[in-house]
C-alpha cells in the first residue's frame, strides 16, 4: 500500500471512530436525529450522487413527478444514514435486542430447509437495513454472508469485527465458491447480496423496464447444491424496527444450466421490484445499476 493511501485510510479510519464515539453519547433515536440533519445537509451541499439518484428514479418511476422524485431522493440519503446509525449502535445492543430488532415472516420455509439438511441460499439486497437482517436471522440460525472487501483495511477490520462478534461468519467474494459450497453441506444458509451490477460475468434480466446485468452467484449456488432457495428484503417499520417476509423461488430444471440461471435470477429481480415500488427510499440508489447495456 502506498504511504499516501496508508494515511489516508488511517485518517478516514480515525474519524469513524470520532464519529461513533460521539453519537454513543446518545440514545439511537437522537442519533438518528443528527444523522436526517447531516443527510438534508449532504442532500444540498454534498450531493453525492444525487443526479444520479434522481435520473434513475425519474426512469423507474416515469408516473411520478419532479416534487415526488425529488422527495424519494431526499429520503434515500436519510435512510441510508439511519442505517448506518443503527449499525454503529449494535455494539451496544443486547443479542436478544439484536433478535427482536428485524421481525421474520413465513419462517416456515427457514425450519423446512433445515429438515432437509441441505441448508438454503438467502438472496438479499441493498434494502432497508441488511446488515441488522443478517445479525438477526443468525440469532436464530446458522448464517455465512458473501461480502466484499473493503478498499480501507481499518474500515474492513470493524465492520467484521461487528459481524463475527455478533454471531455469523463471513465469505469474502474471491472465495465464495469454496466457502459457500461447504457451508451448505453443513445445512447452513448463506445470503447474498444480488442487486449489484455484475458486469460481464452477469446475466442480463429485466428490472424497472431496463436489462440489467445480474448476478449469476445465487443461482450457481442453489442449482449445484441442489438446497432451497429464499429472497428475503428487509423493510423499515414505522417503529424504528424491521419485517422480513422470505419467499422461496422454484429450482427450474430446462435442461439448459444458463436457462435456469436467468429464470431464477428473472423471478429475483420481480420480487425486488416489487419491494422498491412499495417503499422506493428504502433501496439504495447510490449503485450504478445500470452501468451497461445488454450486448447485442
Keep these: 500500500m502506498k504511504k499516501n493511501k496508508k494515511i489516508q485510510h488511517y485518517i478516514e479510519y480515525i474519524s469513524l471512530k470520532m464519529l461513533i464515539s460521539f453519537l454513543h453519547l446518545f440514545t439511537i433515536n437522537f442519533a438518528k436525529k443528527i444523522g436526517f440533519l447531516l443527510a438534508d445537509f449532504a442532500f444540498v451541499f454534498v450531493p453525492v450522487r444525487k443526479k444520479h439518484i434522481i435520473d434513475s428514479l425519474t426512469k423507474s418511476f416515469p408516473a411520478k413527478n419532479e416534487m415526488e422524485i425529488k422527495k424519494i431522493a ?40 433445515l429438515k432437509k439438511g441441505k441448508g438454503g441460499v438467502i438472496m438479499s439486497a441493498h434494502f432497508g437495513n441488511w446488515e441488522m437482517l443478517a445479525l438477526s436471522f443468525a440469532k436464530r440460525y446458522p448464517l455465512s454472508v458473501i461480502v466484499a472487501k473493503q478498499e480501507n483495511p481499518y474500515f474492513d477490520n470493524i465492520i467484521n469485527g461487528i459481524r463475527s462478534t455478533r454471531g455469523y461468519k463471513t465469505i469474502y467474494k474471491e472465495f465464495a465458491p469454496l466457502g459457500v459450497l461447504k457451508a451448505l453441506k453443513r445445512n447452513e444458509f448463506v445470503a447474498i447480496l444480488a442487486d449489484q451490477h455484475a458486469g460481464v460475468q452477469g446475466v442480463y434480466t429485466p428490472f424497472f423496464y431496463r436489462e440489467v446485468s445480474t448476478p449469476k452467484g445465487p443461482a450457481v449456488f442453489a442449482l449445484r447444491a441442489k438446497c432451497p432457495l429464499y429472497t428475503g428484503f428487509c423493510a423499515r417499520q414505522p417503529d424504528g424496527r424491521y419485517v422480513v417476509a422470505f419467499e422461496e423461488i422454484a429450482l427450474p430444471d430446462t435442461g439448459d444450466d444458463e436457462k435456469n440461471i436467468e429464470i ?32 447485442k
Design 74 to 113: 431526499k429520503d434515500v440519503y436519510k435512510q441510508f444514514v439511519c442505517t448506518v446509525v443503527e449499525i454503529i449502535f449494535v455494539s451496544k445492543m443486547t443479542d436478544e435486542q439484536i433478535k427482536n430488532f428485524v421481525k421474520f415472516e413465513n419462517i416456515y420455509l427457514i425450519e423446512q430447509a
Design 264 to 295: 431464477i435470477m428473472t423471478e429475483y429481480n420481480k420480487i425486488l421490484q416489487r419491494h422498491i415500488e412499495e417503499n422506493p427510499s428504502f433501496w439504495f440508489w447510490f449503485h450504478r445499476r445500470w452501468k451497461s447495456q445488454k450486448p
